[in-house]
């Protein structure tokens, strides 16, 4: 099929992820057709250096012909297998074994999912569940941060707090609650990173004290904001909002679906913390994009409370039908491997460094207010005045107009709305890969100008 004929059957008949459904029934697609390394081709043959690995998932780059290896002789021995009724497969056995070694803490129990989404809500599902067995049926608010991002199902698309994921869809639910982002660039009430902390922590003691906490179950966040524009926290956050829930008698649930598998450095953000969850929820990076597949780590106590307080034999009545999938496992097994033995984790963390001093350089830059990153994961403030930190104005599309010129310029990266562009390079990078990204997004920023 040609390119224009295949634009228009786009234009026809696919209604996109996250889109303006308006917007697209006008489109030109940009047909991404091979990837090799950090790099994509598109139908056109344009060469384009892929800063946001896929939808920050292609931790270790395209086209690895082990991952590829290690799907197809799973498919040929056994494409099928499930985990109902006392089934297994080795992959999904050796996988949940294997995740539960790199693991923090005591989180030694794996459920799949098929992603992100469903991560989230099967640790809601299975929360309400544990509250249930255990005698405290009023647990059941929820509370997440502004700006946060938990995916977009039904119930955990009221976890996220971004407008377009409510408008529209009745949400958030009312036992779903939000405290303020922490956002240290715009946080006009707390300026140090221990005052940031301590205002998070207090916001958090009181919203739990609003709602009663005998009605509080949990609360939900990201160890760095992604999709509501790479907002990273002062180190310490994540440790101390630990302990305000330990305090608070809440249970703490960590979403690592970005931030897993090496994205910031260590295998897990809350490594660096020394953080154990009761909940960490994984996706994009267990499989790097190879295969759809998502997991739910449990905490010991809290599956053993579950597994006591059930009375003998009672099901547990959730699942699907390709949770485990044992191509997807192999994947994982595969890319895990690739990360640890394969060198990927190490590099991303000497990459990252690189990366993180590199785009700094760009604080310079006439539209640039903040530049941050931790890892191979960054986000860049677009002002139009740096002393008052002002947002460019809508009406200049300043986020869509490079995006546009980075693709032009051989470059992708992700717009959040008019005034964060994100990054997240695949750990395979090289220095002179994120040489090129810099001279590129310089360029995308000076063509706007
Ligand atoms: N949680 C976080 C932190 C995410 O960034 C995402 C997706 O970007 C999700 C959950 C949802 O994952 P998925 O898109 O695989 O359903």
Known sequence: MNIDAMREKNRQHWIHPVSSWLDQEHSNAKLLSSGKGAWLRDAEGNDILDGFSGLWCVNVGYGHESIVQAAAEQMRRLPYATGYFGYASEPAVKLAAALADIAPGNLNKVFFTLGGSDAVDTVIRFIKLYFNVTGKPDKKHFISLQRGYHGSSSTGSGLT???????????????????????????????????????????????????????????????????????????????????????????????????????????????????????????????????????????????????????????????????????SAAIGLEVLRLYQEGGILENGRKVGEYFGNQLGKLIDHPLVGEVRSRGLLAGVELVTNKALKTKPDRSLKLGEKILAAGYQNGLIFRAFGDDIIGFAPPLCCTPAEIDQLIVKFTKSLNDVL
């Open 161 to 327: 707090a971004l407008p377009a994921f409510h408008n529209g869809f009745d949400l958030p639910l009312p036992s779903q609650h939000h405290i303020p982002s922490y956002y240290p660039y715009r946080n006009s009430d707390a300026q140090s990173d221990d005052e940031i902390i301590a205002l998070s922590v207090t916001q958090l003691k009181e919203k739990v004290s609003e709602l009663g906490p005998e009605n509080v179950a949990a609360f939900f966040c990201e160890p760095i904001q992604g999709s509501g524009g790479v907002i990273i926290p002062p180190v310490g956050w994540l440790a101390a909002m630990q302990r305000a829930c330990k305090e608070l008698g809440i249970l703490f649930v960590v979403d690592e679906v970005i931030t897993g598998f090496g994205r910031t450095g260590p295998m897990f953000a809350c490594d660096a913390e020394g953080v154990s969850p009761d909940f960490m929820t994984v996706a994009k990076g267990l499989t790097a994009g190879y295969a759809p597949m998502g997991a739910v780590f449990i905490a010991d106590h809290i599956y053993r409370a579950i597994a006591d307080g059930l009375p003998s034999g009672e099901l547990v009545g959730h699942g699907f039908t390709y949770s485990g999938h044992p191509v």
